[in-house]
């Protein structure tokens, strides 16, 4: 007999020499969240500089009372799916505020942002269609790409003269969908977005931009990279996530098409599971809310993503963006060395994600930042002095 | 049918960055097991093999190719459509 977890002998060895270096770097465990910034692992109070937390809003507490309200009069959970009994008011509610935020005529929500992706390409794109996605696009767009069935083409990352290139090689006859991210979750860089039109505008498709780590980040109304570049008309599908700027769990899909909402009847991801529980619908419409009406949250998270950028420059560090980023990813020199690293500055009260290959681009190992408005600047500034010390060697 | 010698040979040449362990490549090298490279690496392999070639190896048809035989007899194929 074949035994069936044999293949996954090599992570479990990766994962027991990872483990010989430090924690568990994979599966850490907050003790306690003290705060969007604060909390309590191995009983050490402890920096959050890693949760995509990028408003700051999981504390909120109009975003609190929303949340608890809602479990009180609708109970825990819906226990069903959209398409049966698990739509609520508040479902409809949260869809027609994105809708308005965003300034699209649709929005569907889903229980998660990775079954957003799966839901939004499976619907998209069929086995006849072709799906165009960047190298480094995350791994809820290459599953949801999976799903759909269609013909998928891989193009350089952030790279509008090769997807030129790959469209001008284009076999089928089929639709057209080029999927692009707002931010790149691992190294914070944006899309060339105004590039990606020109190529649009050669040679016709359909273009979707998953907003996930820029939707309430990015442009001048929060609404992404793409209301940051002035070409939201050439957007055509907009996609993103409550799991990151709103707080929550959850995520969109938005739309202008005329048959944009037919796609509930041909989602699975959307259409076979259980929709989002009432407390996690009611603090995403809070939040939402918030983010359209308080644009200090976005300065200050600019301000503060300005601090450690810079100031990481400035120790000399490499850093993945070329440009400020509420995602600052540090360059290391290899897997033990990252590692040993990410252990040092957990030890000294600074919690950062690792990111190692292949989860990775060009097979980099990150120490990734990401930046919160709630950050206040002397956290900033004690991020700085310990990957100074413990990352750039300097006392 | 047997792979192109030639196609099998340029495959071989845009291989080699990608076997650290200098496995003895040939048609019927299994490129996944036999290198020992992840599935990153072997669709950035690919995209070598579509610019060289000027043609579409769309990732589905990556997918259930294992040999370097295999991907050889994809190029030829699609060089003549």
Known sequence: MVDLLDKHRGIAERHQRMMELGVNAVNLVNDRILSPTRGVIQGRETILAGTNNYMGITFDPDCIAAGQKAMAEFGTGTTGSRIANGSYAMHKELEAELATFLKRKHCIVFTTGY????????????PNDTIYLDADSHSSIYDGCTLSGAKLVRFRHNDATDLDKRLARSEGAGGKLVVVEGIYSMLGDRAPLADFVEVKKKHGFQLLADEAHSFGVLGPNGRGLADEAGLEDDIDFVGGTFSKS??????????NHPLFETLRYAMRPYMFTASSSPASIATSLAAVRKLAAEPER?????????????GFKGLGLELGSGAVSPVVAVKCPDEPTTIMMWNELLKS???VNIALPPGTPNKLCLLRCSVSAAHTEAEIDQIIATFGR????KA | MNAPA???AQIVT?????NKGGVTLSADTDIPAELNIDSVDIMDFVMEVEDHYDIEIPLNVVSETRTIGDLALVVAKRRKA
């Open chain 1, 390 to 393: 413990v990352v750039a060697g």
């Open chain 2, 14 to 18: 845009l291989l080699q960055p990608y």
């Open chain 1, 298 to 310: 976005r300065a200050r998270l600019a301000a503060n993503s300005a601090r450690l950028y810079h």
């Open chain 2, 6 to 8: 030639d196609i099998v």
């Open chain 1, 246 to 255: 709103v707080g929550a769990i959850g995520g969109f899909g938005a739309g």
């Open chain 1, 115 to 126: 079954q957003a992706n799966l839901g939004m390409l499976s619907g998209l794109a069929g």
């Open chain 1, 349 to 351: 009260g600074v919690y």
